[in-house]
């Protein structure tokens, strides 16, 4: 018994070292499904009791059986359906409910229809645990746990990862359905897998059928196991009296369910059968794994192939771009050569008007000289102001449409990006393209410093012409000349037009040659600044295309030594079978 018994704790401990050597690499793969598989058969290994799972459609009677096992009506049944709660019934001193989601955690509540209509209005749908602990001496003296699954029709990966802690499985059938298409599905896919220690098929409400009929549809049932070579006993909780004796003797009634649960729970081989149940649902557990992983694998190869025909498309593309750039910065010099002509246009023409207006009133006044030092002045101040303003303002505006031009152009461009036509990949698998929002984002800044330095521009008019405007106030200030004054009024007249001309002259051309010159200082900035982000932006797509390259390759060897783990642990766990007599 002792050899027996260091030999079972020796398999296990090969099971749970497999299983904690693997979890890594679910984690690693954000395969949160199998994760969670993953922690059921790992409470399984070390749980000290016998689970009974009983599950089955909704509608089946799941929770009639629970209630007759245990000979008291302790879960909801009939049109209050149970089929959104996962219910652990275990031995407890006194009657009891917990459930997080009703109460507060460690809230005790009395077992009631109060109660259970609370826990119903809490599970809105979704499946929610329920503890239930009661004084039964069966549960008590088996050491027993009863699950109430919800209805397998409405089975998630959740209430699926359940059934590796089943030491035992009852599958409710009614008669009034026995054996639909779903039903056998869901003992195909989801029940046979995992090699659970005992299986068996409970017919309920066979007394709802006329007795003619009701030993008919068990041989039915019979016979369609038989078809499908599955060993699995069939029991009778209800009736004709006449069920009792003959072939159903043993199988007929609540009491020899029960029976029948206790012979498992005190069975010599149930160590052996669990063990067994256990190693099939590892075994089963790192195919699907490997599965993943060998699927990924071959992805990234595929992605690795793609891409690096994509990457030599992607170095071509970035040096087309480039060209783009260039052009970029021939359209910037012509739109400042534009610029400079509008301005000298602009004042050009602003200084012819200034002096025929000038000369109409100088050939109109008989007093040159008190003109000259008193409405002269304020008139050319006025002219040259209006003048002036206007000009600022169709500056402003060419400027603030080279700079909305220049502001689009950028952000297209930087907003470029490379295309690996590749694969979508799984979550968790290292994707590189999850860094391009981070290179999005350093591309927008640098688009958006470029839109600050030219929107400088469209404010230019500010001071493009403050000096001259300073001279035009001054000339009040006696520009003109005694000597200019003193001769006769038509003499003084044309020096006095002479004069004006050479002082208008002088203002506008400095205004020009001002504004001109702080025109081009700023597209000379904006072009140099555009020059030097351009080759920022390509060695960051040459940086993103190295990233690229060297991700695929090393996502791909990690996904190679990750394959070849979970296949040395498979290995190991299928070599066990040599340890199970």
Known sequence: MKKNQATGDTRLKHLINILTASKPLFIAYGLEPLLNTWEQLYIAVYKPYFSIGITGESGRGKSTVINQLLGKDLV???????????????????????????????????????????????????????????????????????????????????????????????????????????????????????????????????????AKDQETLVHYILKTLENLRWDIPVYLTSGDKNLTGGEFAGSYGIAAVRQAAESW??????????????????????????TELETRRQQAQSVNQASQLAIEEAVAEITQLRLYWEQLR????????????????????????????????????????????????????????????????????????????????????????????????????????????????????????????????????????????????????????????????????????KTIQDQVYKIFD????????????????AIQSTAEQETAWADLQGAYLRQQQDSHAENTGKLETDLSQATHLLTILLKQENLIS
């Open 330 to 497: 021939l359209e910037m010099e012509k739109r400042l050569a534009c610029c400079e002509r509008l301005l000298n246009d602009l004042l050009s023409q602003g200084r012819k008007d200034v002096l025929e207006q000038a000369n109409v009133a100088i050939s109109r006044t008989t007093l040159p000289k008190e003109f000259a030092e008193k409405e002269l002045p304020l008139m050319l101040e006025r002219q040259i102001r209006l003048i002036v303003k206007t000009a600022e303002a169709t500056i402003q505006q060419q400027i603030a449409a080279d700079g909305l031009w220049l502001k689009e152009k950028v952000a297209d461009a930087f907003l470029r990006e490379i295309h690996i036509n590749r694969p979508e990949r799984q979550p968790g698998s290292g994707d590189p393209s999850l860094n391009l929002n981070t290179r999005k984002y350093e591309d927008l800044q640098r688009s958006r410093q470029i839109s600050r330095i030219f929107t400088g521009l469209a404010t230019i008019g500010v001071y493009l012409l403050a000096g001259p405007l300073g001279i035009v106030i001054s000339i009040g200030g006696g520009f003109i000349s005694d000597a200019v004054i003193a001769g006769k009024i038509g003499q003084q007249r044309e020096m006095l037009a």
């Open 265 to 290: 729970m005190t069975s010599q081989t149930h160590a052996r059968l669990r063990f067994e149940s256990l190693r099939a649902q590892v075994q089963l557990l790192l195919t699907q794994l490997i």
């Open 76 to 210: 909801p049944t009939g049109t209050f359906p149970g089929t959104a709660l996962l219910t652990r019934i275990s031995y407890g001193s006194t009657a009891q409910l917990t459930c997080p989601q009703a109460a507060e955690p460690g809230t005790l509540l009395e077992v009631s229809a109060r109660s259970w209509e609370k826990i119903m209005a809490a599970s809105e749908g979704y499946v929610i645990d329920v503890n239930l602990k009661t004084p039964h001496p069966w549960l008590k003296k088996f050491n027993c746990e009863l699950l109430d699954m919800p209805g397998t029709d409405n089975y998630t990966q959740k209430t699926g990862s359940l059934l590796p802690e089943c030491d035992a499985l009852l599958i409710t059938v009614s008669a009034t359905m026995a054996l639909s298409q779903t039903e056998l599905d869901f003992i195909e896919q989801w029940v046979l897998p995992l090699n659970i220690p005992r299986i068996a098929i409970l017919i309920t409400r066979l007394d709802q059928l006329p």
């Open 510 to 525: 400095d205004a020009i040659q001002t504004g001109t010159a702080l025109i081009t200082s700023h597209y000379r900035a």
